[in-house]
């Protein structure tokens, strides 16, 4: 069968930065600045010496221990290692996330598809992410384990090569344990381990996160219904939620609280933009964030947006805006006190608040 290749638009080209922040008497009346920045962010290279005698573990070494045990096993195991879920939110994947979110520091959602584990996803500082640490150096993950920038998967009777650029390479190495596959977020600020995913073969070919080449059969997902992707939306929307107050208390700031008038605007937000093909902080129709937070009659004293498009799912978002600077200056502001989130389809909208103190 002849070979095809299968292009993918790097997901950090499609954002374009521009972070807002608004002041004014109860959101009226007061100066707008904007602060724009459409750079792409230069990445140092890390090098990879092939000719060196390698200290580093081969590709098929296995984990021992750790959350990536859970990869395969079925939801009787899984409930017993952890216990019920706080939530379960619906994905476009086929598979439906266990999320544990009952502190900050072991936030951990588990993919179950057909009854077993096919995903993890963990960004809590207390979790066994072996043989990985959440905080580890990239000097120490590079020191450690080899990084290849090729990643071959054989899967009934199909090829499949993931085809990792330099920025992969360095914001989120593909590393192979076996027969798991792990995504490192790598925050490029602190150079550190931000979190980790875990995922089957079949899992991480349907979500395709890095260019790829293929020879037989492409794992292709239904088109979800309306009713799936509201429902995986709302999920979604939570989960940002989650991430983003992880994110800021790791650097000691205080969580958000959630502003469901502020959601709703957001929400309106990334509709309009997929509606109309317009990745824009302001929408032709709605005006500015400003604009549209005077309008819904949210009350606040500054306020920031983040928005984004064409991410594989929250987890994926957040760790994108994490390594943004405009993003990632909304992201951790310690004025802001609360925050709505909107996602629509695969469009994604922050919207940060300020409220007057009493």
């Given at each position: ?7 993918k ?5 499609a ?6 922040f608004?002041?004014?008497l ?31 573990a081969p590709v098929s070494v296995?984990?021992k ?9 079925d939801?009787?195991?899984?409930e017993k ?5 706080k ?6 994947y086929g598979?439906?996330?266990y999320?544990y ?8 959602q588990?993919g ?6 096919v ?9 066994d992410?072996?043989?990985f ?5 990239v000097e ?13 998967i054989?899967l ?13 390479l360095?914001?989120?190495p ?6 798991i596959y792990?995504?490192?977020y ?9 979190s980790?995913?875990?995922l089957d073969a ?8 890095y260019g790829?080449?293929?020879?037989g ?11 799936l ?15 983003t107050?992880?994110l ?16 709703n605007?957001?929400?309106?937000h990334s509709?309009?933009?997929v509606?109309?093909?317009?990745f ?6 709605f005006?500015?964030l400003s ?7 949210v ?15 929250a987890?994926?978002?957040v ?5 943004s600077?405009?993003?990632r200056d ?10 709505g989130?909107g996602v629509y ?11 007057w103190?009493?």
């Amino acid at each position: 069968m002849p070979l095809r290749i299968l292009t993918k638009i790097l997901i950090l080209l499609a954002i374009f930065l521009t972070i807002g922040f608004y002041s004014g008497l109860n959101g009226k009346g007061g100066k707008e600045v904007l602060i724009k920045d459409h750079s792409t962010p230069k990445i140092k290279k890390q090098e990879v010496n092939n000719d060196t005698p390698q200290t580093k573990a081969p590709v098929s070494v296995k984990a021992k221990e750790g959350l990536s045990l859970l990869i395969g096993k079925d939801v009787q195991t899984l409930e017993k290692e952890l216990g019920q879920p706080k939530r379960i939110d619906p994905s476009i994947y086929g598979y439906d996330w266990y999320i544990y979110n009952q502190s900050y520091n072991s936030y951990v959602q588990i993919g179950v598809q057909d009854g077993r584990v096919v995903t993890v996803y963990a960004i809590g500082q207390n979790l066994d992410v072996a043989p990985f640490e959440i905080g580890q150096s990239v000097e120490e993950i590079f020191n450690t384990h080899y990084i290849d920038a090729n990643v071959d998967i054989k899967l009934d009777g199909n090829t499949y090569r993931f085809e990792l650029n330099d920025t992969d390479l360095n914001l989120r190495p593909l590393i192979q344990l076996g027969d798991i596959y792990v995504q490192l977020y790598i925050d490029k600020f602190t150079g550190s381990l931000s979190s980790v995913r875990f995922l089957d073969a079949e899992t991480i070919i349907k979500q395709r996160p890095y260019g790829l080449v293929y020879r037989g059969q492409l794992i292709e997902m239904p088109t979800p219904t309306d009713s799936l992707w509201r429902s995986v939306e709302k999920g979604e929307e939570q989960e940002i939620f989650d991430l983003t107050n992880i994110l800021r208390v790791r650097h000691n700031l205080k969580p958000l609280k959630w502003d469901q008038k502020t959601a709703n605007v957001a929400y309106e937000h990334s509709k309009d933009m997929v509606v109309n093909n317009d990745f824009s902080h302001t929408s032709k129709k709605f005006g500015s964030l400003s604009d549209r937070l005077n309008t819904a009659k949210v009350v606040f004293q500054s306020a920031g947006e983040n928005i984004a498009a064409n991410y594989s799912d929250a987890p994926a978002v957040v760790e994108g805006w994490l390594n943004s600077k405009g993003h990632r200056d909304a992201l951790l502001n310690k004025e802001f006190s609360y925050l709505g989130v909107g996602v629509y389809q695969k469009y994604y909208t922050q919207n940060f608040i300020q409220k007057w103190e009493q």
